[in-house]
């Protein structure tokens, strides 16, 4: 937030910095984007509406998989892999349990240490503290700064904690999951639901003694797959082993991306996936945005303990409470 | 509606009516929940809040599954046998797309001949219209009513358009998918995540032909399902062949539910997920109720369709969008 104030520079000045690939310029847009005072988020909106018409030509992909998986290492090679290719490679997070001061796997570069030092990457960590819902409106704001600067490949990346693989899986164009080479294992710890996201499922670490149990693995999730209707009648989920390691099946995992976007751009399925996302999107926000208002009323919010105590409890009705912290609202 | 404006009687009367288990009050007081009418509403909580104290006394069962996998005959065979042993069955349906007209597969009573007359038995169809939130807000605060007028099971059945089935998950003790013979079938049409949900998997149509089928797809389930994380740590979700039409495996089923249930309640976590829902509720029924609010205001409902176009374009940001209809609606 310092940063942002100690550079008052016309906004104009400084939406052109970003649309010619100013990675400070970009990096500072960001800081305001997550700042909660007022007056940034004010100026945020006023920067983001002059780079927006830079911004969407990306392909936006999701990333997501258990600690262990080796998803910074992974990121590492897979990003430095596009930028070999000419590409330009953003990387985000979305962790809401991550704080500023540790934590979230991108606070520490050290983890991509010559990704995070080519000029044709971005690397930015989790938005500190605050709700999930605060930390993805976030993030999707990024996104846009990002490819208003040029990055044409954007990884979002999550750590899985709670929720937030759904929320990822909603601002993307492609969901990728990272597995452990030893598919059936309880200890793949895959929270419900976030297998059926996936449109790429990649078995890691498949070097070494653990090939031959990731083939394995990708034979039983591609059987496990054919009994979940995918996403989109445009795509079936694939399965890959790969190994961030020897770089092998990272290539192929970039063609099936590749693939996946030549579908959704030909059946105009992008622009609309997209499109139905940001209108979600809408919604959400402004819901979030109402009850925040309504938290922010000293009277209501001394009531909301004894009204969620009494809904959980199971004396009252959730809709009776809801309606009855409305009425308050409105002032009825 | 005119039903209930037709039976004036004293709310007390009117209360203990329900308590006492007479299906018309019963059908009277749905009827007055799924009325729209502002005075209708004012009556149905002050009617809940009587008989809440009578509510919470059952098993809640959700039930989806495809059109065709022989759901109706299931519920008949299922409550008949229930009914048998003792216990009173309420059915009830969450179908945001059926109309009172037709459509819903509850409102065609006769396809649960034997079940719709039997005493024990109270077979109610999806409350027509609205939203899936609306419906969902409804059915919740039917179920405390058929809980109130002693019925002990609660079958809430869904025929999945659309999220229905989460919105089911979330107001039961378990959720239940019948599924085909058929695994692996793209034909089944399991929408993304159902399959997670469910912690009691019924392979329907085990009977003639079909019974070898549907022992292979058992195994195919149980294999895939290993490869998922259960929703809590107290249950592995079951699979189990069953036929609707000669009764086979009907008691295994129902004995798999008893488990569940004694292994819920023993760890208190059968009212932990019940309060839990129960708070999810009241704030998304706050949301919705507080979106609904902002609609009816004229001045905004104007401006609604040119920023959803803009946010939808992405010529807006979603935040800039919910931030812009917020201001207006505070009158900032």
Redesign the interface.
Known sequence: MNEAAAHPAPLEARAAAIAAGDRRALARAITLVESTRPDH?AEA?AL??RV?PH??NSIRIGLSGVPGVGKSTFIEAFGLMLIRQGHRVAVLAVDPSSRRTGGSILGDKTRMTELARAEAAFIRPSPSGGTLGGVA?RT??SI?LCEAAGFDVILVETVGVGQSETAVADMVDLFCLLLLPS??D?L??????I???AELLLVNKADGELEAKARVAVG??R??L????P?SPLWQPEVLAVSAVTGQGLDAAWAAIERHEAAFEAAGEKARR???Q??A???????????E??RRRPAIAGRIPE??AA?????????????R??AL??GE
């Open positions: 988020r909106e983001i509406e927006l911004a969407g409106r999707r704001e846009v598919a059936g309880e793949q710890g895959i929270k419900k639901g297998v059926e996201l039983d999730y059987a496990a054919r009994l979940l209707r996403l997209r499109a139905a940001a209108q999107a809408l919604w959400a926000d402004l819901g979030d945005g109402m009850i208002a309504l009204i969620e809904v959980a409890a199971g004396t009252m009705t959730a809709m009776a409470g809801a309606r912290l409305l609202f409105l």
